[in-house]
């Protein structure tokens, strides 16, 4: 992400293993690799200095090769592990729902969304950590189960939606609204976003 907002990046992983076991992971580490130059580096990073003078950091590590290597950067970003908040505890003794020793919510693997209670649904990091394409996956899945859990009231509180009075606009001039989306990248890098909102302002 990094390489695609500033190309000039050099960008460095090192770890000691890697898993690409989600949808498109490894499609992405690939990515990474050979069309953005990410550097992957296995190995034990054991030391991270500070140099006085630039307040760059040095990054001390060893190879599979046993030797110690060390390589300056300007930032380091530590890649730590995920763990619940005290507050995800508190919330489950009001639910009154159990945790799993990892202090997630606890989950049948062939029920991921069904809490120990029926009737309370758990996704996203709650349940365990995740990316969002699985956390939105999973939302949906604990939406589509509290509806099925609701099925026998539906429609008994639904009431007529009352619209308001159409007006005739006949022999008015046509108004035409043009709404226009700047979503970083993912329009912006393709289309000149500026250029098309000077063209509409004049249609």
Known sequence: ???????????????????????????????AKTEYGVRFIRCRPSVIEEVAETKNLIIKYETEDDKIIKEEFDLVVLSVGLEPPKEAEKLANILGIELNNYGFCQTDNFSPVESSK????????????????????????????AAASLSSARNSLIKRKEYPL?????????RIGVFICHCGINIGGVVDVPRVTDYASLL
């Open 1 to 31: 992400m990094a390489k695609e907002h500033n190309s000039s990046v050099e960008a460095t992983i090192f770890s000691i293993d890697i898993r690409t076991f989600g949808k498109g992971f490894e499609a992405y580490y690939d990515k």
């Open 118 to 145: 029926p009737g309370i649904f758990a996704c996203g990091v709650f349940q365990g950590p995740k990316d969002i394409p699985e956390t939105v996956t999973q939302a949906s899945a604990a939406a589509a189960s």
């Open 166 to 174: 159409e007006r005739d606009i006949r022999g008015e001039p046509p």
